[in-house]
Structure formats: C-alpha cells, structure tokens
C-alpha cells in the first residue's frame, strides 16, 4: 500500500474487479475496513466462509489471510472499502486487535446508528478529493467511526458474552496491558506477571490467537507508534526510540530497519514525501 489512506465507493463491478484480482485467500500489510450498505458478499475469514447481508462491517487486520467471493450477489451492492496504514491512527489500531481478531464481521439491524457510517465514509472521500486533502481531519472522522462500530461490537458482546472463551480473555487483556505499557522497556516477564502466568503459556496464547510470539507483539506495538511520531512529529530518532524504551538510537534503528526493511529516516523521508 503506497499511501498511509485510501477510501473507496464499492458498487458490485469494484467488489467482482477485487475478487477477481485476489482469487484466492492473501494476506495484507496494511489495515481494512469494509462496510456493506446494501447487497451481499460472500467472506472468507478466520478460516471460514461466511455470507454476509448488509448492513455490516468487517475488520481485516494486517497479516490475517481472507478473501472476498461474489458467488452470494444478487446483482448488487454497495458500500465502501477503506484501508490504511497501522500508525495512521496509531493509539487505536491495538485496540482494534483486541476487538476484532476473532471476530472480523459485525451484522447491524437496519434503520439503527448503521445509518451514521456511510455519513462519515461520505466526508472522509470529500477530504480525500481535495487538492491539499488535510489527513488530520480524515483520522478524527475515521476514529468517530470506529468508536460508532466499537458501540455496537460492545451490544454484540453482551449478548454472546458466554461464548468468549479464556484464551480470547486472555489476549485482549494482554493487549490491554501493553497499551498501557509499551513504552516502557518491558519485556515478556513483566506482562506475563501482570496477567498472573508464565511467560511460556502467554506465549501459546499469543501465538495460537495472533501468529506472533509475545517480543513480536510488543515490537509491532513500539515500531507502529514509532512511524506514528516520526510522521506526525519533529522529535529527533533519538528521542523517539528514548521515548518508547530503546536505551540506544543504534539499537532502535537496527530493530526498525529489520522490521520494517527501512531505517527511520528513510521511512520518514518517504512517508512525508507521500503525504505532501
């Protein structure tokens, strides 16, 4: 993905064109939103197919394989597809983990808040057309929409709360812990402690739930609010890595590169060419 976003009006020719081009389950790099307002698609994720009636929403985080089928249409759809990079909207992408990663689809009823979603989709691709668009704007408007979902996800919860099992509890505490605490040079025993385990079967839960081992996890949180300050910020490479618990400039500039395949000034570079 070569921008940090992208917003765009799904009618049933654009989802067949998608399905076509990715043919089979793939994975991706960057975070997606897709929002059905009326029609039907046929998702396949979480390791299994699932016929979706709009109005819905799914979540496809990064790295989770899946893949859209128009097998179930009837002729028509519309909705919308937003996807954007993890530290575009930074101090919420780890929270949407902890809500979505076993659960990627949510069904709405018709005529409740659904209705609000496609409003804010509307302002967020007016901003986008501008010459200049301001992308300050677009990550308040996207944030408003995911505290909307994260709304009716909480109603959802109620009702199938009995069917969460302690793995899943388990996690979203752990991710919960680590929002509070990735900035700090903590590692696997600290959060392991917090949750009352051992290191060895946090780490089975992390990679059973999330296919990355707990020092990933922690790493993908530090390295995704790192991109979101060398973007949005003037602090110097130095002070961020001092900043999220790296003791040295060398050492945090190592893990960004190997993670990342760029230093932090390469990205940076790159990253504020693009938005410019």
Known sequence: MEQVFSITKLDIGEVKGLSEAYSEPHIHDYEELIIGISGEIE??????????????????????????????????????????????????????????????????????????????????????????????????????????????????????????????????????????????????????GKLFMTPRNLNLICRSVFQKSITEIIETRKLIEAKNLLINTGKSISEIGFELGFSEKAYFTNVFKKRTGQTPGEFRKEMRKMIS
């Open 43 to 192: 998702h396949f994720i979480d390791f299994r197919a699932k016929t979706l009636t709009a109005p819905f929403i799914s979540f496809v985080t990064q790295g989770k394989p899946h893949v859209v089928r128009t097998s179930a249409m009837q002729g028509r759809f519309e909705g919308w597809l937003i996807t954007f990079r993890s530290e575009f909207i930074a101090e919420t992408t780890f929270q949407l983990y902890s809500q979505f990663h076993d659960k990627a689809n949510i069904l709405f009823n018709p005529g409740e808040c659904f209705h609000r979603m496609p409003v804010l989709c509307s302002m967020m691709n007016d901003e986008m057309t501008q010459a200049f668009p301001d992308y300050g704007v677009i990550r308040q408007l996207l944030t408003s929409l995911f505290t909307i979902i994260e709304s009716e996800r909480k109603k959802s919860a109620g009702e199938e709360a009995g069917s969460e099992n302690s793995r899943n509890a388990v996690f979203s505490s752990f991710l919960e812990i680590l929002e509070d605490n990735f900035r700090r040079p903590a590692g696997v025993d600290f959060y392991a």
